[in-house]
């Protein structure tokens, strides 16, 4: 078969995406450089479009919740009750046992201090972690494996989709892992690197020499992984998977970022059953089987999700629920004080409604996310991973590790 790609085209577009290319080859030739080393992971899941806070982590015990949505509240029969005030939505049953056994921590009011109700500014400054500072360069994700000691790696932070997100873009190295896995393979897999290898190019060499072994190593991380979990079918099952085999192969990573989309529910956002409770049962089946995938080794992760922002706290004419504030996270790992409900809950009486419309937020989501990289990541520069943010003035960390 002829090869159409270029020898630059094809590292930089064909299946190696890393976090700046014009500093790759110190970092390239150590593209497997850390395999064996243990450390601990932290597993980022973003919930693109607001996921609803009020209707996954239910607020049953709150007098105001019900009246607010006529046709979209839980009923408190059929919530999976955490601690007699708030619940898990029903969809998300196969991970509320890891509640009770200690494993899942979960965060109310929590989210961005910044205003904005816009899709694209929010997640922009979740990813980059400086609230309303648009020309932030690298995400704060990147900030944290930069920190690390060592020479680096690529393999220290990893993304499953073909291209790197914004989470992740940055000076330090990182992979998207769906370039690796789409890398031609048999014979023009061959014929690809006898060409780079053969390129009086020393650069273009190094970077191929690197690249092929990445690929390598991902393909026998994922021979290797097998299944000891069934992932649900869609976007997110698949991500969580091929994180899973690399955790599992012990290549180093450090961090990894996946996402699933599809919250953004104006218009029959549905109650027990709809499209939100369809989002819903995919994330608990797929964290679920993450969890089960990595076993004996999970004492060493901790997945935590974000969501840009929440949802009002009144149901629309429309049977949905529009751009709020307040949202939540979920934090789950073998280090995580679990079992616990995290975060000050201000009630949804009128007078306590930011805006009059909207949960306020009361946790700063940088204030999880410190305590992370921190205590469970070992970082001892949360002020470089968030720029600007005072920890003591946000109130402190809330104890969910250690």
Not at 218 to 227: D, M
Not at 371 to 391: A, C
């Amino acid at each position: 078969m002829e090869v159409r790609l270029g020898r630059r085209g094809f590292l930089k577009d064909g299946f190696i995406a890393l976090a700046a290319a014009a500093t790759l080859p110190p970092f390239l030739a150590r593209a497997a450089g850390s395999a064996g080393e243990r450390r601990r992971k932290l597993v980022v899941v973003f919930l693109r479009g607001a996921a609803d806070a009020l209707n996954v982590i239910v607020p049953h015990g709150d007098p105001s919740y019900a009246p607010l949505r006529p046709t979209l509240a839980i009923p408190r029969s059929a919530v999976l009750d955490l601690d007699g005030c708030f619940g898990l939505h029903p969809a998300l049953s196969a991970i509320a046992p890891f509640f009770g056994h200690g494993q899942l921590a979960v965060v109310v009011a929590s989210g961005s201090p910044d205003p904005t109700r816009s899709h694209f500014e929010a997640q922009d400054y979740m990813e980059s972690g400086t609230p309303g500072l648009p020309a932030t360069r690298e995400g704060w994700l990147n900030r944290v494996v930069g920190g690390l000691p060592g020479p680096g790696s690529p393999w220290w932070a990893v993304s499953p989709g073909p291209n790197l997100p914004r989470i992740l873009s940055g000076s330090a190295p990182a992979l998207a892992l769906g370039g690796l896995a789409a890398a031609p393979r048999g014979g023009d897999a061959a014929a690809l690197e006898t060409m780079y290898r053969g390129s009086g190019d020393a650069r273009t060499r190094a970077e191929a020499s690197a690249a092929f072994d990445a690929v390598r190593a991902l393909r026998a991380a994922e021979r290797a992984a097998g299944t000891r979990a069934t992932y649900p079918r869609g976007a997110l099952g698949e991500q969580l998977r091929r994180i899973a085999s690399v955790l599992r192969a012990d290549l180093g990573v450090v961090a990894a970022f996946a996402d699933i989309g599809g919250f953004d529910h104006h218009v029959n956002e549905g109650a027990v059953e709809g499209q939100l409770a369809e989002r819903l049962r995919e994330l608990g089946a797929a964290l679920s089987a993450f969890w089960t995938e990595l076993a004996d080794d999970a004492g060493d992760v901790v997945v935590v999700t974000l969501t840009e922002f929440g949802r009002t706290a009144r149901e629309n004419g429309n049977r949905g629920t529009d751009h709020g504030h307040g949202g939540f996270m979920l934090v789950l790992g073998g280090e995580v004080r679990g079992g616990r409900v995290y975060g000050r809950w201000p009630g949804l009486a009128p007078e306590e409604l930011h805006d009059g419309r909207d949960l306020p937020v009361t946790t700063d989501f940088r204030l999880v996310l410190g305590e992370l990289v921190l205590r469970h990541l070992g970082s001892s520069r949360v002020d470089r991973v968030f720029p600007g943010f005072d920890v003591a003035a946000a109130g402190g960390f809330l104890g969910l590790v250690g």
